[in-house]
């Protein structure tokens, strides 16, 4: 098993930057392809992004593909998410995911693992 914990969320201005980090423990993270999805109040879980178990391939929603960036340091345990330009519609509960299985043009809508999540709000 692998436990995940989510930092970095916070409050920002409409076009401010964050960056949250997924930091694992337990198993080995080079395992696993780690995902990160969001929750809105009121509104379904969806995905965002993932990366592969090397860190070589990422896959974004379309909303965030030239906005965001995933990265990861299998050396450090940590997956990074990179938010720029952020408006109120990223404003959610973001988590991360932890799941043995990556698919390069799709994602994987039952991970295994999944993190307690952290408050990202952008005011309108």
């Known amino acids: 098993q692998v436990q995940l914990k989510e930092t970095g969320g916070g409050l920002v201005q409409a076009g401010g930057s964050l960056r949250l980090s997924c930091v694992a423990s337990?198993?080995?993270?080079?395992?696993?392809?780690i995902s990160w999805f969001r929750q809105a109040s009121g509104n379904e879980r969806e995905f965002v992004a993932a990366i592969s178990w090397s860190g070589k391939n990422t896959y974004y929603t379309d909303s965030v593909k030239d906005r965001f960036t995933m990265s990861r340091d299998n050396a450090k345990q940590t997956a990074t998410l990179q938010m720029t330009n952020l408006g109120p519609e990223d404003t959610a509960v973001y988590y991360c995911?932890?799941?043995?299985?990556?698919?390069?043009?799709?994602?994987?809508?039952?991970?295994?693992?999944w993190g307690q999540g952290t408050q990202v709000t952008v005011p309108a």
């Open positions: 995911a932890a799941d043995h299985r990556f698919y390069g043009h799709s994602y994987v809508r039952d991970p295994a693992y």
């Open positions: 337990g198993d080995t993270f080079r395992n696993y392809a």
